[in-house]
């Protein structure tokens, strides 16, 4: 649904010569963006892995003329620019690809291998445009960096890593992200969306993005012949009543007005036909908003797993282990009151029209850690259109679905893509930087 919104807080006095101060700069530096754009796809690293993408990135901020601090929490990246009084924003990119094979067919598509933490040899592929979202961060640091008369206060730009590992932001908050560095009165950051079209900005106040656990479980019984199963404990038939009495923590345990998932995705055991085999291995996902459910959940399915095996029978010494991994991600809430005034002066930037509500999705996150220390920090992100809209329009009219996130065919249009994600990084940050 389109959205005009009302005014917020007032827009620095000289808006009038912000905007053709940017537009004039983008025009100028697209074709650079554009080519670290097709640099970044080209070449992905996975998660833990991003040295060169980091170095780059560490690169082009010393460059637009901040103070640079690398390996921050791994292979993350700070940059600092100081411009007399004033608030703290802090601006986050995060900077790593996917272990998947890109199937785009473009000109500039990753042919880049690796070795993953396990050895295995895997592809890898910006599935989730966080080439976008770079390339994005480091044309707002330039344009921010020779607009320094219209604004005051401190910049913080960080290259986050492994965030689809949902371990960066821990590592870089652990190794003093907000002691060594300028503590931030405002984090934000924008993701590439797959559904909406370019040109166009998306936003969420409240609950964007979920919670998301990672949850194994073993199930063990007692094998033996599929002809005498009276003389087993059957691990199969337990991981299905298990299976079933989790439906149970959505559908009886949690409000119906608090958004839950839990869901198998994988389900392991067995070797033949006629043999019940002694464990099975189920794999799942929670997804969840509030602490609250979350923690919930992970208790009801804990107390679940225990209660159905210990109703079929299985002994105190092969109960299910139920291990919950700790690459859980944090729910991202957007400040309400800050998502309303920096998209009031998106929407002056882009056009009203081209801002659009969207509801929250179940996908996770790390950027709301960033947010979640005491005393807290508003946070928001945002959404960054990136399809053409005539593929929008398609999809809408035939039903026909579009490569999503993280998807071998996903292919953003740089063009508007990249200039509307730095036109509206810069115009959130000005608005709470600003010249009054």
Known sequence: MLLTLACGAAWPV????????????????????????????????ISFQEVQTAARIAEELNQAGFEVTAKVGGHGVVGVLKNGPGPTVLVRTDLDGLPVLEETGLPYASKARTKDDKGNDVPTMHACAHDIHMTSFIGTARVLATLRDQWSGTLVFIGQPAEERVGGAKAMLAEGLYTRFPRPDFCLALHAASDLPAGTVGHTEGYALANADTVDILVRGVSGHGAWPHLTKDPIVLAAQIILGLQTIVSRETSPTDPAVVTVGSIQGGTKHNIIPDEVRLQ????????EVRDNSIAALKRIVRGQALAAGIPEKLLPIVEVSEEGAKSTYNDPALTKRIMSAIGRSVGDGNVVAKK???????????????????????????????????????????????????????EPTLKTGVTAMTAAVLELVGKR
């Open 284 to 291: 799942l996902t929670l997804r969840s908003y509030s602490d």
């Open 14 to 45: 000289h808006a009038a010569e912000f905007q053709p101060a940017l537009h004039a700069k983008l025009d100028a530096d697209y074709p650079r963006l554009l080519a670290l754009y097709q640099h970044l796809h080209t070449h992905p690293e």
């Open 360 to 414: 929250p999705v179940m996908g996770a996150e790390d950027f709301g850690l960033f947010g979640r220390v005491e005393p807290k920090i508003p946070i928001c992100m945002f959404w960054l259109g990136t399809i053409t809209k005539e593929s929008v329009a398609e999809s809408i009219k035939t039903g026909k679905t579009l490569p999503s996130l993280h998807s071998s065919k996903f292919a953003p249009v740089p």
